[in-house]
Protein backbone atom coordinates (compact mmCIF):
# COMPACT_ATOMS: atom_id res chain seq x y z
CA UNK A 1 0.00 0.00 0.00
CA UNK A 2 1.41 3.83 -0.54
CA UNK A 3 -0.63 6.89 0.79
CA UNK A 4 -0.10 10.48 -1.25
CA UNK A 5 0.03 13.20 0.84
CA UNK A 6 -0.41 16.53 -0.78
CA UNK A 7 0.25 19.33 2.67
CA UNK A 8 -0.12 22.99 3.19
CA UNK A 9 -1.76 24.16 0.01
CA UNK A 10 -4.07 27.31 0.18
CA UNK A 11 -5.80 28.24 -3.12
CA UNK A 12 -7.79 31.16 -2.91
CA UNK A 13 -10.01 33.01 -5.38
CA UNK A 14 -11.25 36.51 -5.68
CA UNK A 15 -13.27 37.89 -8.12
CA UNK A 16 -14.16 41.56 -8.66
CA UNK A 17 -16.67 43.10 -10.81
CA UNK A 18 -17.75 46.42 -11.56
CA UNK A 19 -20.27 48.65 -13.30
CA UNK A 20 -20.87 52.03 -13.81
CA UNK A 21 -23.47 54.21 -16.44
CA UNK A 22 -23.44 56.97 -18.36
CA UNK A 23 -25.81 59.33 -19.65
CA UNK A 24 -28.34 58.43 -23.11
CA UNK A 25 -25.88 55.08 -23.10
CA UNK A 26 -26.40 51.44 -22.42
CA UNK A 27 -24.48 50.10 -19.00
CA UNK A 28 -21.44 49.94 -19.37
CA UNK A 29 -20.30 46.31 -18.09
CA UNK A 30 -16.75 45.55 -16.66
CA UNK A 31 -15.64 41.76 -16.85
CA UNK A 32 -14.94 40.16 -13.72
CA UNK A 33 -11.34 39.72 -13.26
CA UNK A 34 -10.36 36.56 -11.08
CA UNK A 35 -6.88 36.80 -8.96
CA UNK A 36 -5.82 33.43 -8.01
CA UNK A 37 -3.20 32.99 -5.13
CA UNK A 38 -0.96 30.32 -6.10
CA UNK A 39 -0.33 27.06 -3.84
CA UNK A 40 1.88 27.65 -0.68
CA UNK A 41 4.28 24.57 -0.30
CA UNK A 42 4.85 24.06 3.67
CA UNK A 43 7.57 21.27 4.88
CA UNK A 44 5.01 18.21 6.05
CA UNK A 45 4.56 17.34 9.64
CA UNK A 46 4.38 16.35 12.13
CA UNK A 47 5.87 12.69 11.72
CA UNK A 48 5.96 9.85 13.89
CA UNK A 49 8.33 6.77 13.39
CA UNK A 50 8.68 3.35 14.93
CA UNK A 51 11.79 3.33 16.35
CA UNK A 52 14.28 0.66 17.76
CA UNK A 53 16.90 1.71 20.09
CA UNK A 54 20.43 0.36 20.74
CA UNK A 55 21.66 -1.94 23.76
CA UNK A 56 20.71 -5.58 25.19
CA UNK A 57 16.99 -4.21 25.57
CA UNK A 58 16.00 -3.00 21.79
CA UNK A 59 13.19 -1.39 23.26
CA UNK A 60 10.89 -0.24 20.70
CA UNK A 61 9.08 3.12 20.68
CA UNK A 62 6.25 5.18 18.70
CA UNK A 63 7.93 8.67 18.53
CA UNK A 64 6.00 11.60 16.29
CA UNK A 65 7.65 15.11 16.31
CA UNK A 66 7.86 18.24 14.24
CA UNK A 67 10.67 17.54 11.59
CA UNK A 68 12.69 14.12 11.04
CA UNK A 69 15.23 16.44 8.77
CA UNK A 70 16.58 19.17 11.29
CA UNK A 71 17.36 17.13 14.22
CA UNK A 72 18.73 13.79 15.04
CA UNK A 73 16.39 11.46 15.49
CA UNK A 74 15.81 9.61 19.07
CA UNK A 75 13.76 8.17 21.39
CA UNK A 76 15.50 10.08 24.26
CA UNK A 77 12.59 11.65 26.60
CA UNK A 78 10.24 11.17 24.34
CA UNK A 79 7.87 8.58 22.46
CA UNK A 80 5.13 5.37 23.59
CA UNK A 81 7.27 2.62 24.29
CA UNK A 82 6.02 -0.56 23.34
CA UNK A 83 6.40 -4.40 24.60
CA UNK A 84 8.92 -6.24 22.77
CA UNK A 85 9.53 -6.81 18.83
CA UNK A 86 6.75 -5.79 16.87
CA UNK A 87 5.09 -5.19 13.26
CA UNK A 88 4.04 -1.68 12.57
CA UNK A 89 1.56 -1.01 9.69
CA UNK A 90 -0.56 2.22 8.77
CA UNK A 91 -3.66 1.90 7.05
CA UNK A 92 -5.03 5.20 6.63
CA UNK A 93 -4.19 7.51 9.17
CA UNK A 94 -3.97 5.05 12.06
CA UNK A 95 -1.16 2.76 13.16
CA UNK A 96 -1.33 -0.98 14.40
CA UNK A 97 1.68 -2.08 16.23
CA UNK A 98 1.20 -5.65 16.10
CA UNK A 99 3.27 -7.66 18.87
CA UNK A 100 5.05 -10.86 17.74
CA UNK A 101 6.40 -12.70 21.00
CA UNK A 102 3.17 -11.06 23.19
CA UNK A 103 -0.25 -11.59 21.72
CA UNK A 104 -1.41 -7.50 21.69
CA UNK A 105 -2.45 -5.05 19.04
CA UNK A 106 -2.46 -1.88 19.64
CA UNK A 107 -3.63 1.00 17.36
CA UNK A 108 -2.76 4.71 17.39
CA UNK A 109 -4.32 8.02 15.77
CA UNK A 110 -4.37 11.58 16.49
CA UNK A 111 -7.33 12.15 19.26
CA UNK A 112 -8.97 15.33 19.82
CA UNK A 113 -6.57 17.54 22.08
CA UNK A 114 -4.34 16.64 18.20
CA UNK A 115 -1.99 14.46 20.15
CA UNK A 116 -0.84 10.72 18.68
CA UNK A 117 -2.50 8.36 21.30
CA UNK A 118 -3.71 5.19 21.59
CA UNK A 119 -7.08 4.32 19.98
CA UNK A 120 -7.50 0.64 20.84
CA UNK A 121 -6.30 -3.07 21.08
CA UNK A 122 -7.18 -6.23 21.00
CA UNK A 123 -5.73 -9.93 21.54
CA UNK A 124 -4.87 -13.09 19.46
CA UNK A 125 -3.99 -16.40 19.82
CA UNK A 126 -1.38 -16.88 17.41
CA UNK A 127 1.31 -13.61 16.38
CA UNK A 128 -0.08 -11.71 13.36
CA UNK A 129 2.52 -11.77 10.67
CA UNK A 130 1.29 -10.57 7.50
CA UNK A 131 -0.97 -7.94 6.92
CA UNK A 132 -2.83 -5.44 4.41
CA UNK A 133 -5.45 -2.89 3.65
CA UNK A 134 -8.54 -1.95 1.94
CA UNK A 135 -9.27 1.40 0.92
CA UNK A 136 -7.28 2.75 3.97
CA UNK A 137 -9.87 1.79 6.04
CA UNK A 138 -9.90 -1.36 6.89
CA UNK A 139 -6.68 -3.72 8.17
CA UNK A 140 -6.97 -7.11 7.34
CA UNK A 141 -3.88 -9.61 9.81
CA UNK A 142 -3.74 -12.63 9.82
CA UNK A 143 -1.25 -15.52 11.63
CA UNK A 144 1.23 -18.15 9.61
CA UNK A 145 2.43 -22.04 10.48
CA UNK A 146 5.86 -20.73 12.61
CA UNK A 147 6.11 -24.18 13.75
CA UNK A 148 5.39 -26.19 10.45
CA UNK A 149 2.03 -26.88 12.20
CA UNK A 150 -1.30 -28.41 10.28
CA UNK A 151 -3.30 -26.00 11.53
CA UNK A 152 -5.94 -23.81 9.89
CA UNK A 153 -4.68 -20.44 9.85
CA UNK A 154 -6.86 -17.10 11.05
CA UNK A 155 -7.65 -13.98 9.22
CA UNK A 156 -8.31 -10.83 11.21
CA UNK A 157 -10.85 -7.55 10.07
CA UNK A 158 -10.35 -4.57 11.75
CA UNK A 159 -11.69 -0.99 11.69
CA UNK A 160 -9.28 1.44 11.39
CA UNK A 161 -11.86 4.16 12.48
CA UNK A 162 -11.93 2.48 15.71
CA UNK A 163 -9.00 0.00 16.04
CA UNK A 164 -11.97 -2.68 16.92
CA UNK A 165 -12.01 -6.53 15.46
CA UNK A 166 -15.05 -6.88 13.43
CA UNK A 167 -14.93 -10.15 12.01
CA UNK A 168 -12.57 -13.14 12.94
CA UNK A 169 -12.60 -16.17 10.70
CA UNK A 170 -10.49 -19.63 10.30
CA UNK A 171 -9.65 -20.35 6.68
CA UNK A 172 -6.84 -22.98 4.71
CA UNK A 173 -4.48 -22.28 2.24
CA UNK A 174 -2.22 -25.51 1.43
CA UNK A 175 -1.69 -28.46 3.31
CA UNK A 176 -0.05 -31.61 2.70
CA UNK A 177 0.30 -33.87 6.02
CA UNK A 178 1.96 -37.23 4.86
CA UNK A 179 2.15 -37.75 8.52
CA UNK A 180 5.76 -37.91 8.47
CA UNK A 181 6.93 -34.59 9.86
CA UNK A 182 9.18 -32.80 7.15
CA UNK A 183 7.72 -34.83 4.17
CA UNK A 184 5.23 -32.69 3.80
CA UNK A 185 4.16 -28.70 3.75
CA UNK A 186 1.92 -26.28 4.62
CA UNK A 187 1.40 -22.32 3.15
CA UNK A 188 3.02 -19.38 4.57
CA UNK A 189 0.92 -16.57 3.63
CA UNK A 190 3.42 -13.45 1.71
CA UNK A 191 0.74 -10.89 1.09
CA UNK A 192 -2.86 -10.10 1.68
CA UNK A 193 -4.75 -7.98 -1.04
CA UNK A 194 -8.09 -6.94 -1.96
CA UNK A 195 -9.38 -6.58 -5.58
CA UNK A 196 -13.08 -6.61 -6.16
CA UNK A 197 -14.89 -9.35 -4.41
CA UNK A 198 -11.29 -11.42 -4.40
CA UNK A 199 -8.84 -11.76 -1.94
CA UNK A 200 -4.95 -12.73 -3.08
CA UNK A 201 -2.80 -14.41 -1.11
CA UNK A 202 0.68 -14.97 -2.49
CA UNK A 203 2.34 -17.89 -0.21
CA UNK A 204 5.57 -20.31 0.33
CA UNK A 205 5.55 -23.42 0.48
CA UNK A 206 7.14 -24.69 3.38
CA UNK A 207 8.26 -28.38 5.36
CA UNK A 208 6.23 -29.35 7.38
CA UNK A 209 9.00 -30.17 10.38
CA UNK A 210 9.15 -25.90 11.64
CA UNK A 211 12.53 -26.11 10.08
CA UNK A 212 11.85 -23.80 7.40
CA UNK A 213 12.79 -25.53 4.45
CA UNK A 214 11.64 -24.62 1.11
CA UNK A 215 11.05 -27.86 -1.04
CA UNK A 216 9.03 -26.42 -3.96
CA UNK A 217 11.25 -22.36 -4.65
CA UNK A 218 11.25 -22.91 -7.93
CA UNK A 219 7.52 -21.68 -8.74
CA UNK A 220 5.04 -19.09 -7.44
CA UNK A 221 1.73 -19.56 -5.93
CA UNK A 222 -0.78 -17.44 -4.84
CA UNK A 223 -4.07 -18.47 -3.44
CA UNK A 224 -7.46 -16.52 -4.53
CA UNK A 225 -10.19 -16.51 -1.99
CA UNK A 226 -13.97 -14.75 -2.54
CA UNK A 227 -13.64 -11.58 -0.32
CA UNK A 228 -14.62 -11.32 2.33
CA UNK A 229 -13.77 -15.07 3.64
CA UNK A 230 -16.28 -16.97 5.77
CA UNK A 231 -15.35 -18.95 8.52
CA UNK A 232 -13.74 -22.29 7.05
CA UNK A 233 -12.96 -20.54 3.93
CA UNK A 234 -10.93 -22.37 0.86
CA UNK A 235 -9.19 -21.02 -2.33
CA UNK A 236 -11.48 -20.88 -5.15
CA UNK A 237 -8.30 -21.28 -7.03
CA UNK A 238 -4.64 -21.65 -6.69
CA UNK A 239 -2.35 -20.47 -9.53
CA UNK A 240 0.80 -20.89 -10.78
CA UNK A 241 4.01 -19.75 -12.42
CA UNK A 242 7.16 -21.94 -13.07
CA UNK A 243 9.42 -18.21 -14.24
CA UNK A 244 10.24 -17.86 -10.83
CA UNK A 245 10.39 -18.80 -7.59
CA UNK A 246 7.79 -18.27 -4.47
CA UNK A 247 6.26 -14.92 -3.80
CA UNK A 248 7.83 -12.26 -0.94
CA UNK A 249 10.07 -12.32 1.66
CA UNK A 250 9.12 -12.57 5.55
CA UNK A 251 9.16 -9.71 7.44
CA UNK A 252 8.14 -7.38 4.30
CA UNK A 253 4.30 -6.86 4.00
CA UNK A 254 4.40 -5.86 0.23
CA UNK A 255 5.29 -8.83 -1.99
CA UNK A 256 2.59 -8.26 -3.90
CA UNK A 257 1.28 -4.39 -4.84
CA UNK A 258 -1.51 -3.27 -6.72
CA UNK A 259 -2.03 -0.36 -9.01
CA UNK A 260 -4.76 2.76 -9.90
CA UNK A 261 -5.74 0.86 -12.42
CA UNK A 262 -5.98 -2.49 -10.69
CA UNK A 263 -2.47 -4.72 -12.53
CA UNK A 264 -1.26 -7.23 -9.53
CA UNK A 265 2.34 -7.11 -9.53
CA UNK A 266 4.39 -9.67 -7.29
CA UNK A 267 8.00 -10.22 -6.25
CA UNK A 268 10.12 -13.29 -6.25
CA UNK A 269 14.00 -13.51 -4.86
CA UNK A 270 14.58 -17.22 -4.25
CA UNK A 271 17.88 -16.45 -2.54
CA UNK A 272 19.55 -18.36 0.31
CA UNK A 273 19.58 -14.53 1.77
CA UNK A 274 15.79 -14.31 2.40
CA UNK A 275 15.93 -17.83 3.99
CA UNK A 276 15.46 -20.08 1.03
CA UNK A 277 16.71 -23.55 1.62
CA UNK A 278 17.48 -24.46 -0.68
CA UNK A 279 17.70 -21.74 -2.48
CA UNK A 280 15.31 -21.73 -6.19
CA UNK A 281 17.01 -22.04 -9.36
CA UNK A 282 14.76 -19.70 -11.36
CA UNK A 283 15.65 -16.00 -11.74
CA UNK A 284 14.16 -13.65 -9.55
CA UNK A 285 11.70 -11.31 -11.06
CA UNK A 286 8.26 -9.59 -11.34
CA UNK A 287 5.27 -11.19 -12.31
CA UNK A 288 1.97 -9.51 -13.51
CA UNK A 289 -2.03 -10.76 -12.96
CA UNK A 290 -3.82 -8.41 -15.08
CA UNK A 291 -6.64 -6.46 -13.91
CA UNK A 292 -10.28 -7.99 -14.03
CA UNK A 293 -8.15 -11.46 -14.59
CA UNK A 294 -6.94 -14.09 -11.78
CA UNK A 295 -4.21 -15.67 -14.16
CA UNK A 296 -0.61 -15.01 -14.12
CA UNK A 297 -0.32 -12.83 -17.80
CA UNK A 298 1.92 -15.50 -19.81
CA UNK A 299 3.19 -12.81 -21.32
CA UNK A 300 4.80 -10.42 -18.67
CA UNK A 301 7.84 -11.15 -16.98
CA UNK A 302 10.39 -8.99 -15.77
CA UNK A 303 13.32 -11.12 -15.48
CA UNK A 304 15.67 -9.01 -12.20
CA UNK A 305 18.77 -10.99 -12.13
CA UNK A 306 19.04 -10.31 -15.96
CA UNK A 307 18.45 -6.34 -15.84
CA UNK A 308 20.57 -6.18 -13.16
CA UNK A 309 23.47 -8.57 -13.84
CA UNK A 310 22.80 -10.81 -11.27
CA UNK A 311 20.78 -8.75 -8.57
CA UNK A 312 17.59 -9.66 -6.52
CA UNK A 313 14.73 -7.98 -5.98
CA UNK A 314 14.05 -8.01 -2.34
CA UNK A 315 11.72 -5.27 -1.09
CA UNK A 316 9.50 -3.17 -3.20
CA UNK A 317 6.48 -0.66 -2.60
CA UNK A 318 4.26 0.81 -5.10
CA UNK A 319 4.98 4.39 -5.39
CA UNK A 320 1.87 5.52 -8.47
CA UNK A 321 1.97 6.05 -12.26
CA UNK A 322 3.18 2.14 -12.52
CA UNK A 323 6.07 2.46 -10.41
CA UNK A 324 7.77 1.19 -7.55
CA UNK A 325 10.23 1.84 -5.39
CA UNK A 326 12.59 -1.06 -4.32
CA UNK A 327 15.75 -2.98 -2.57
CA UNK A 328 17.85 -4.79 -4.91
CA UNK A 329 20.34 -7.27 -3.19
CA UNK A 330 23.34 -6.73 -5.89
CA UNK A 331 25.65 -9.53 -5.15
CA UNK A 332 24.65 -12.44 -2.89
CA UNK A 333 27.75 -15.09 -3.69
CA UNK A 334 28.95 -14.89 -0.20
CA UNK A 335 25.76 -14.63 1.91
CA UNK A 336 24.91 -16.68 4.53
CA UNK A 337 21.53 -18.03 5.16
CA UNK A 338 19.29 -15.26 5.86
CA UNK A 339 21.78 -12.51 5.50
CA UNK A 340 19.90 -10.16 3.49
CA UNK A 341 18.69 -9.34 7.11
CA UNK A 342 21.99 -8.98 9.17
CA UNK A 343 23.95 -5.63 9.15
CA UNK A 344 26.95 -7.64 7.59
CA UNK A 345 25.85 -7.37 4.03
CA UNK A 346 26.01 -4.23 2.92
CA UNK A 347 24.72 -4.97 -0.76
CA UNK A 348 21.62 -3.72 -1.42
CA UNK A 349 20.79 -0.79 -3.48
CA UNK A 350 17.96 1.44 -4.01
CA UNK A 351 16.02 1.67 -7.31
CA UNK A 352 12.80 2.51 -8.94
CA UNK A 353 11.48 -0.16 -11.22
CA UNK A 354 8.93 1.54 -13.92
CA UNK A 355 6.73 -2.22 -13.73
CA UNK A 356 5.31 -1.19 -17.74
CA UNK A 357 8.09 -0.41 -19.43
CA UNK A 358 10.67 -3.23 -17.28
CA UNK A 359 13.57 -0.22 -16.45
CA UNK A 360 15.23 0.08 -13.41
CA UNK A 361 17.02 3.47 -12.41
CA UNK A 362 19.38 3.41 -9.25
CA UNK A 363 18.45 6.33 -7.11
CA UNK A 364 21.37 8.44 -7.06
CA UNK A 365 23.26 9.21 -3.41
CA UNK A 366 21.95 6.38 -1.71
CA UNK A 367 24.82 4.18 -0.48
CA UNK A 368 24.88 0.19 -0.70
CA UNK A 369 23.21 -0.57 2.56
CA UNK A 370 21.14 -3.51 4.44
CA UNK A 371 17.44 -3.11 5.22
CA UNK A 372 15.64 -6.09 7.32
CA UNK A 373 12.17 -5.72 8.26
CA UNK A 374 9.65 -3.32 6.09
CA UNK A 375 7.36 -1.40 7.15
CA UNK A 376 5.03 -0.41 3.75
CA UNK A 377 6.04 3.07 3.22
CA UNK A 378 3.99 6.50 3.19
CA UNK A 379 4.51 9.29 -0.06
CA UNK A 380 4.57 12.57 1.40
CA UNK A 381 4.32 15.66 -1.13
CA UNK A 382 6.18 13.44 -3.52
CA UNK A 383 9.28 12.05 -1.38
CA UNK A 384 9.67 9.29 0.59
CA UNK A 385 11.61 9.31 3.83
CA UNK A 386 14.26 6.04 4.70
CA UNK A 387 16.28 5.10 7.59
CA UNK A 388 19.44 3.85 5.25
CA UNK A 389 21.62 1.43 7.45
CA UNK A 390 25.16 0.99 6.14
CA UNK A 391 27.08 -0.43 8.69
CA UNK A 392 27.68 1.05 11.86
CA UNK A 393 25.48 4.55 11.20
CA UNK A 394 21.68 4.95 10.24
CA UNK A 395 20.91 7.90 8.49
CA UNK A 396 17.60 9.39 7.36
CA UNK A 397 17.16 9.74 3.52
CA UNK A 398 15.06 12.06 1.81
CA UNK A 399 13.99 10.09 -1.99
CA UNK A 400 12.28 12.32 -4.07
CA UNK A 401 10.41 10.24 -6.68
CA UNK A 402 9.82 12.42 -9.66
CA UNK A 403 14.40 13.09 -10.19
CA UNK A 404 14.81 9.27 -8.85
CA UNK A 405 17.73 11.46 -6.40
CA UNK A 406 17.71 11.77 -2.53
CA UNK A 407 19.34 13.84 0.28
CA UNK A 408 21.23 12.47 3.23
CA UNK A 409 19.53 13.94 6.49
CA UNK A 410 19.91 13.75 10.00
CA UNK A 411 21.58 10.54 11.65
CA UNK A 412 19.24 8.08 13.62
CA UNK A 413 20.56 7.58 17.02
CA UNK A 414 19.32 4.27 17.33
CA UNK A 415 19.04 0.38 15.83
CA UNK A 416 16.83 1.41 12.98
CA UNK A 417 13.42 2.65 11.88
CA UNK A 418 10.92 0.79 11.37
CA UNK A 419 9.02 3.25 9.43
CA UNK A 420 8.16 6.74 8.85
CA UNK A 421 3.95 7.94 9.27
CA UNK A 422 2.14 10.61 8.68
CA UNK A 423 -0.54 10.03 11.36
CA UNK A 424 -2.05 13.84 11.04
CA UNK A 425 -3.01 14.34 7.16
Request: one cysteine or more.
Amino acid sequence: MFKLKTLGLLIAALTLTACGSSDNNEKEKEKEKEVIVQPVAVEPGPFSFGFKITGDEKTEYLVTQESITTEALTADGTGIEQQGWNFFYPVGNTLFITGYLHNQATSYKVNADNVVAKLASFEFTNALEMFGSVDDKILLATDAPRDGNHTKRTLYTVDAETGLVTNKVTYSIHDLDTGTPGEGTVAYPMGLVVRGDSLFMPFHKMDDAGNWGTPEANKAFVAIYDYPLTEGATPKSIITDDRTSNIGVNGSTTGMIKTEGGDLYTLSNGSIAVGFSPASTKPSGILRINKDETVFDANYFFDIEKATDGGKIFIFDYIGDNKALAHIITDDTDAASWGAFSKKLMTQKLVIIDLVAQTITDVADVPLHSKRYSSPIEIMDGKVYLGIETGAETFVYVVDINSATATKGVEIKGKTIKGFYDLYH
